[in-house]
């Protein structure tokens, strides 16, 4: 495992990235299918239930959000605590992890049994809309640990430079759902029909699964961090030094989930096709974004390892790599929404209204995707550098500040047709304050690594 430090600190950049990222690209990807396979199942049971898919989407953010939140903080002091040599430190703050993704799972369970209907009507009165909703969410809400452990395991593993082991997961939990969807939606073979419930229970099923993968390999003992809690020890320094970067990292996707359920109650003053749009722009959107979140589980480390290292022209150079990367992926996506939108809509349901209104969100929407990859880097660089405040005012400009009135004033102004480009007109604008502040704070980072070798 010392080899794993040398290369962290030695290797040349751009090799040392690709390595770390492509099981993160590869697994983020198949993710990403899941999700369109996911929602092209239930598209084709109706356009109601694309919908109601849609109206429960957010709640599923916030789930995830919160395990991804504190994955993020996970990660980043595992690895800058590497950075400065303290294993130990670093294997308790694992330990500490794996109980907040417990505490979160019971939480998830009590929500799912008491409050399903509650939830979803908070975003519809539609009464097929709420049941086909709540159905789904239901079982989401009580199988919650199944998603809080892979997460939170996965993140400790990149934490010590391990993105392989994560891909793997990823791979048994996507492909498993992929798999188990028709049987549990439509009633193959020897399964009974459930429709919007199958697709749930085939989503917490594979969870389980790959869950039950993860944990082994973390108890198993052959990695960097002691994980075995005979030497825990409660420390609450720890979980402060986790939600230092990942309470704001959680409040960003809780933002998404809040933007993506205040979008669709603007989009629900129009028609239910209106939200099926949005659902199908959102799932086909994760196609392009997945792979730079998948890029971020091999940059995050490899920048927070060598910030903990003080080595400030590593730092500079991952940084260059990553926004390019970053840019080329949203540009692959920009085209191919620009080209093939009806095709890719047509995917989920032939509704005629469904396709039209589609296909032009589509372009729309996608006008945002020259410029989104910076924005997502550089908030992911302030979360290694351990400024996770920083990322969470990123947020708020663009999904608060900026999307939220813009959408509503777009649609004032002229209609459903107007309101799809208040997505890249907020994404434009935010652009040149992250683009500011990026600098700025890379600067901060150069004086401050300079000021501490001084002292040394």
């Given at each position: 495992m010392e080899e794993?430090?040398?290369?962290?600190?030695?290797?040349?950049?751009?090799?040392?990235?690709?390595?770390?990222?492509?099981?993160?690209?590869?697994?983020?990807?198949?993710?990403?299918?899941y999700n369109v396979v996911d929602s092209i199942y239930v598209g084709h049971l109706s356009k109601e239930a694309l919908a109601a898919l849609s109206l429960a989407f957010p709640v599923q953010i916030i789930l995830i959000a919160v395990a991804v939140g504190t994955g993020v903080g996970i990660t980043s002091l595992i690895s800058r605590l590497i950075g400065k040599g303290d294993v130990e430190r670093a294997s308790n703050t694992a330990e500490h992890g794996l109980i907040i993704a417990l505490v979160y799972g019971v939480m998830g369970l009590v929500a799912g049994l008491f409050l399903s209907e509650q939830i979803l009507a908070l975003f519809t009165n539609d009464p097929l809309l709420i049941e086909f909703g709540s159905e789904y969410i239901r079982i989401i809400l009580?199988?919650?640990?199944?998603?809080?452990?892979?997460?939170?395991?996965?993140?400790?593993?990149?934490?010590?430079?391990?993105?392989?082991?994560?891909?793997?997961?990823?791979?048994?939990?996507?492909?498993?759902?992929?798999?188990?969807?028709?049987?549990?939606?439509?009633?193959?073979?020897?399964?009974?029909?459930?429709?919007?419930?199958?697709?749930?229970?085939?989503?917490?099923?594979?969870?389980?699964?790959?869950?039950?993968f993860i944990l082994y390999i973390l108890f198993k003992g052959d990695m960097l961090l002691n994980i075995d809690f005979k030497h825990f020890r409660r420390d609450l320094s720890l979980v402060r030094d986790i939600y230092a970067v990942g309470f704001p990292s959680m409040i960003m996707q809780v933002l998404a989930s809040f933007m993506v359920a205040t979008i669709n109650v603007i989009l629900a003053g129009y028609s239910?096709?209106?939200?099926?749009?949005?659902?199908?722009?959102?799932?086909?959107?994760?196609?392009?974004?997945?792979?730079?979140?998948?890029?971020?589980?091999?940059?995050?480390?490899?920048?927070?390892?060598?910030?903990?290292?003080?080595?400030?022209?590593?730092?500079?150079?991952?940084?260059?790599?990553?926004?390019?990367?970053?840019?080329?992926?949203?540009?692959?996506?920009?085209?191919?929404?620009?080209?093939?939108?009806?095709?890719?809509?047509?995917?989920?349901?032939?509704?005629?209204?469904?396709?039209?209104?589609?296909?032009?969100a589509l372009k729309a929407i996608s006008y945002l995707y020259p410029v989104v990859g910076f924005s997502i880097m550089a908030s992911v660089t302030f979360q290694a550098f351990g400024k996770g405040f920083r990322s969470l005012a990123i947020s708020v400009l663009r999904q608060l500040v900026l999307l939220i009135p813009l959408a509503y004033i777009f649609g004032k102004m002229g209609g459903l047709h107007l309101l799809w480009y208040a997505f890249p007109v907020a994404e434009v604008i935010a652009f040149g304050g992250i683009m500011v502040w990026f600098r700025s704070t890379l600067r901060e980072i150069e004086k401050e690594i300079q000021d501490s070798s001084g002292r040394i």
């Open positions: 794993e430090k040398v290369r962290l600190e030695s290797d040349h950049i751009l090799s040392l990235l690709f390595k770390l990222s492509i099981p993160g690209i590869v697994s983020m990807f198949v993710h990403a299918l009580i199988g919650s640990t199944a998603m809080s452990i892979p997460i939170i395991s996965n993140s400790i593993l990149r934490g010590e430079g391990n993105t392989f082991i994560p891909m793997i997961a990823m791979l048994i939990g996507s492909i498993l759902n992929m798999i188990l969807d028709p049987f549990f939606i439509f009633g193959l073979s020897v399964f009974p029909r459930l429709e919007v419930e199958g697709a749930a229970i085939a989503t917490v099923l594979s969870r389980v699964i790959s869950g039950t239910a096709v209106a939200i099926a749009a949005m659902g199908i722009y959102f799932r086909l959107q994760s196609f392009v974004l997945m792979p730079v979140f998948g890029l971020n589980q091999g940059y995050m480390p490899i920048v927070g390892y060598n910030y903990g290292h003080k080595k400030p022209e590593r730092i500079k150079k991952t940084v260059v790599y990553g926004i390019v990367t970053a840019f080329v992926f949203c540009m692959i996506g920009f085209f191919i929404f620009q080209l093939f939108p009806e095709q890719l809509v047509t995917l989920f349901n032939e509704d005629p209204e469904l396709v039209k209104t589609g296909t032009h």
